[in-house]
């Protein structure tokens, strides 16, 4: 797990806090007011189900770890073994090296470098900024190789609303597509309306009611055309994932043994995503970097009252 780095500060008359871990980027917890927004596991575990990853430079999954670039096979290490794919990027075992820190927010940064499967070379870096509400991520990825680059960003928060159960919660979607899968959770080419399906998540379903390993494309766009998705609980309180343009793609993944010091409970991961699973082979959404370009692109969670 190496280091972890704690932020806090008092915004707007709340206070906030978050906790920041040394390997893989990953957001370990925030808190506004003392109300937990991400779902714990135990000290010295290991983040179960991916929580809180960096996902680069793809999220999701290649299909056999396969996909062609310049008419060559590029074969990436398996890294699902029970579906046979390679899973959320190359920077999951990366430890990452702290770049700027201040008591609200810390910028972290970690190299991909070329390697079978991927021969490319990025420079990477991931912002945490504690704000009044939340939080906000920015990601910025920089082409420090000779030639183009493809990448796609994704992370992998694990989302919940303080001592409420995540079974009570209530999940909103703001998208009107749900890319298909086979067998193997590798998209099919096909997408489909959610509109009358047991998809449409527009006006919320309970997470009791629900197992998800599913992925949205046709996000509803805001005036400053990011999107918004939350959990609702009974009292009316949200916990909001605000994604920037750059992300026009979002899963939902469930589970009802995640770790936690009480005991497995049920958990939901509403995952910001750049571009679907398979990206590297179907192209869609998939950015291509020029030499010495930089993307940028942003992402956050904020805690809202009724």
């Known amino acids: 797990m190496g280091e972890h780095y704690e932020l806090q500060a008092t915004l707007g008359g709340r206070t906030q806090r978050a906790v920041v871990t040394e390997v893989a980027g990953s957001l370990r917890a925030l808190e506004v007011d003392g109300v937990a927004l991400l779902q714990d596991y135990p000290a010295r575990s290991a983040p179960p189900s991916c929580a809180g990853w960096v996902l680069v430079p793809w999220p999701n999954r ?80 920089t082409n420090t190789g000779s030639r183009s680059a493809p990448a796609a960003v994704g992370a992998h928060p694990f989302l919940r609303l303080g001592g409420v159960p995540t079974d009570d919660l209530t999940l909103v979607i703001n998208a009107d597509t749900h890319l298909e899968v086979d067998h193997r959770l590798n998209p099919t080419g096909a997408s489909t309306d959610v509109q009358g399906t ?21 996000v509803r766009r805001e005036r400053d055309g990011g999107s918004l998705h939350y959990l609702e609980a009974p009292d009316g309180r949200q916990v909001q994932l605000v994604m920037d343009a750059s992300f026009g793609y979002l899963q939902a993944f469930t589970t009802r043994i995640f770790p936690t010091d009480e005991g497995p ?24 970097l020029a030499p010495g370009e930089t993307w940028h692109l942003s992402w956050g969670i904020r805690y809202r009252l009724p």
């Open 62 to 141: 290649v299909a056999d770890g396969r996909w062609t670039y310049d008419g060559v096979v590029q074969q990436l290490d398996i890294t699902e073994p029970e579906n046979g794919n390679a899973l959320h990027g190359l920077l999951s075992a990366t430890p990452y090296t702290v770049a700027h820190r201040t008591a609200d927010s810390i910028t972290l940064t970690a190299d991909v470098a070329a390697a079978p499967g991927y021969p490319f070379e990025l420079s990477t870096a991931v912002r945490y900024q504690l704000s009044g509400d939340g939080l906000r991520v920015t990601h910025s990825l």
């Open 265 to 288: 409970v049920t958990a939901v991961a509403v995952e910001p995503m750049t571009a679907p699973a398979d990206a590297f082979n179907s192209g869609e959404g998939l950015r291509w």
């Open 198 to 218: 047991r998809h449409d998540f527009r006006t919320g379903q309970p997470i009791r009611n629900v197992d998800l390993d599913d992925a949205w494309g046709g």
